[in-house]
């Protein structure tokens, strides 16, 4: 099976629990009709109090997200005005552009929404397609260490995304062996081609105490401890000097795969960190060289 | 919501445990795009051998089953040999037309045969229109007497189908009084109009011992009983003489609904009933005549 039709179906499959929002996905997705197009399912986006939200598809190509609303949603006056506020905010803060299907209208009127969301995304796709910024989906490459080692560059909207430990060492010639200690695998690694810029590859999964928190909407990381005592050492050490990591964040995609994801470049930030929250990491950097590791 | 919305929002729901065949079903139906089309789940069709097979999806207006092979159908040769034999029964034995699509290929070549079926599909429906015979799907008017008592003629492909007995009787002016015996409802009741063409619902769920088995393919309904002297004494009486009957055939749709879908006037067929079968009903009539009962 290829991998697309694998990706697909298994979106659709696990999105079929909410019927309305499932038979929208379906339809954006067929009547997108192209195979270049990559559709990601519940991206995570962070608002203000609330640790995080998802949109229901992204569309990261483009920078479109995607919320489709059930009947329920129009129920309270209340839940009208903090979707609407919940869309600001993305907008604001990552630049994208949220697109919301009513599903509370007639059949006609959802088919309506879903026609011009899908003249949108298409109109995007063949204006960057003319100027030659358009970077079609391709999974292959997205995974492979090799073909990114030679292109020698990686940027966020690349995608770039990495399936073992060993493939993010193999991109910057760093020694896989030394991730290893004991029996536990390290969380990140000495770049070998600049002592100053630390290769790591959090997750949202709890490790040895450690609990890191990507806010995609914000750009930033939260890296603390279950232990008081730890969280405030690390705090502590961090504060008195800047630090930079090249970050690869963790997580398991549609396909039930591990992934590491390439999500920029950050440094310690000491207006947000402090030794009740922890360290707090901020994106400086989208774009890195792999050979120099020089970051824009 | 919109009954259609709800109908098909649904039957993808119901459809998504099967990835593939799932993913093809969305596309067919978001391709098609048009919703006077109806689209119905695992049709019954019965074959030789086996007590009843599904097609996965059945489209009654321009009578085209679709069969969607998952890549496990093309593991063995046996199987393959199964499927055309399958097809090749169905085809002949009901008239209608099965499109195959074979989803061990690449997702280019699902597309292909998908786009192949869909021109397929609207060819037939733009052929019906200009002939003036195409039948827009019209949930309100199928489950709806009074529409088919003023009508005055119901046939098979209309798609009647009741979700009460009351509503059957209400189309015949039989009193609906009548079909209640104690706690029990009777299987069915004398028409007013023709005394010898009785009223039945059968129903595939064992009712009082009584067992129905329809055979969409061959349009016939095997009436038997768990009890071995019940079913004999039902044989005996039937094969005396000549017996006929409207039948709405009972089962649940797919909104969870109970139906009682007119499948045509049967009459008892003494080539193939025996003690050991029971009695069994071949399709005599597709269309019938609400006021005088004549039917062809």
Request: glycine fraction near 4%.
């Amino acid at each position: 099976m290829s991998y697309k039709l694998d990706y697909i179906s298994r979106l659709f499959q696990r999105t079929s629990s909410k019927r309305i929002e499932h038979y929208v996905i379906t339809r954006i997705w067929h009547l997108i009709d192209n195979y270049d197009v990559k559709i990601t399912p519940q991206q995570y986006v962070t608002r203000q109090h609330i640790n995080y939200a998802l949109t229901d598809v992204y569309f990261p190509q483009v920078g479109i997200h995607v919320e489709i609303n059930e009947p329920a949603h129009y129920y309270s006056n209340d839940r009208i005005i903090n979707d609407l506020k919940r869309r600001k905010e993305i907008e604001t803060n990552t630049g994208h552009s949220v697109f919301v299907i009513d599903c509370s209208l007639e059949l006609k009127e959802i088919h309506s929404q879903i026609d011009e969301l899908v003249s949108l995304i298409k109109k995007s796709v063949n204006e960057k397609v003319a100027k030659g910024t358009f970077k079609p989906w391709c999974p292959e490459k997205e995974h492979n260490p090799i073909y990114w080692k030679e292109k020698g560059i990686i940027t966020i909207s690349d995608e770039v995304s990495f399936h073992t430990i060993e493939d993010i060492c193999l991109l910057f010639d760093a020694d896989h062996r030394k991730t290893i200690r004991g029996f536990l695998r390290k969380g990140g690694i000495q770049n070998p081609k600049r002592n100053d810029l630390f290769i790591w590859w959090p997750s949202e999964r709890q490790r040895s105490g450690w609990i890191n928190t990507y806010d995609e909407i914000n750009g930033t990381i939260t890296e603390t401890h279950s232990d008081t005592k730890k969280k405030v050492d690390h705090f502590n050490w961090h504060t008195q000097g800047s630090h930079y990591r090249i970050v690869f964040f963790h997580y398991k995609d549609i396909l039930g795969l591990t992934n590491y994801k390439y999500v920029g470049v950050f440094t310690n930030d000491k207006e947000l960190s402090n030794a009740e929250i922890g360290t707090v990491w901020t994106r400086i950097g989208e774009t890195i060289n792999i050979m120099d590791a020089e970051y824009q």
